[in-house]
DNA sequence: ATGCACAAATTGCATTGACAAATATAAACG
DNA sequence: CGTTTATATTTGTCAATGCAATTTGTGCAT
């Protein structure tokens, strides 16, 4: 084997590629839209907020799973959105190693602020897609998701 | 709306979160696959060698742009890679600024042993799919791909 | 030729996140 | 009860990355 006998010049780009470059762009998509309504904020302070403001208050370590991070990632997330007093760490009522974390009023004006600024992002990633396309595509990476981590 | 209607306990999952969440479980099971062969190499390093070993030899922009990473980023996975003995350095033939990477002998032993690794990682996330699914996937996902970078 | 704008790689710096150790509390078990 | 084991959060440390500034080199237009 020479050279590339490919036609494309870039991005042979098997699944696991793709997959990163779609998120790349997704997130970046959505955090210049955050930054242009003057919040300079990234992606997991973005989940954090839409959690707490969709289910309510929770643990820490509730909200390390919902959002996918690392527990002691989590405590300085914490930090940041708690100095910007977006949120506030109460104990929790029955546990007192355990934490209840809530959004602020600031937090709440916050997200209903912010919070098309999410469907946007994804509306115009998802342009293109006919809607029973978008379905399938939801419930194909969910299924990946399942296999792997239900798989072995 | 007072509380999450939804029978699912976590991960009402909006896309973005979805694709986070599959990237990150195929590239923890790329990266534990490549422990077991004994292998400590993250999945940017994985992809460098794959497109130096696909594509031959390149310059680091071209490597940055293809795997997706910032130039700086790049310059110190070339010294990673470089220390190990997987690749070096070259000069470029007309432009001095520029460089030539190539793999090494040990470079191009080391893919013939590994790039199965990322082969079976992907084929277990994507048993389940259906081939034809699988091509779906694929074909949705560059669309929205191509919408992100080329839409506006 | 000389200068000027642009490009490739590197380096400094700050941020983020993972992993492991430490701390505090709870629960289980004898 | 007291001891042991497990759980929630925090903190220390480190690796990886992005961005901005720097260095070196190209090529174009005078």
Chains 1, 2 share one sequence.
């Not at 916050?110 to 419930?139: F, K, N, Q, Y």
């Amino acid at each position: 084997m020479v050279t590339a006998p490919s036609p494309t010049p870039l991005s042979d780009s098997n699944l696991g590629a793709l997959l990163c470059q779609v998120r790349n762009e997704l997130i970046g998509r959505l955090e210049r839209e955050l930054a242009a309504h003057g919040y300079e904020m990234n992606f997991s302070q973005y989940l954090a907020l839409k959690k707490l403001a969709a289910h309510g208050p929770m643990s820490a370590g509730e909200l390390a799973r919902t959002i996918n991070l690392d527990a002691g990632a989590t405590t300085r997330l914490l930090d940041r959105l708690e100095a910007k007093g977006y949120l506030r760490r109460q104990p929790h009522e029955q546990d007192r190693r355990a934490l209840r974390i809530a959004l602020t009023e600031a937090g709440q004006a916050l997200w209903s602020d912010i919070h098309a600024c999410g469907e946007r992002a994804l509306a115009e990633a998802t342009r293109g897609l006919a809607p029973d396309e978008h379905v399938r595509l939801h419930a194909m990476l969910s299924g990946i998701l399942a296999t792997l981590r239900g798989g072995n």
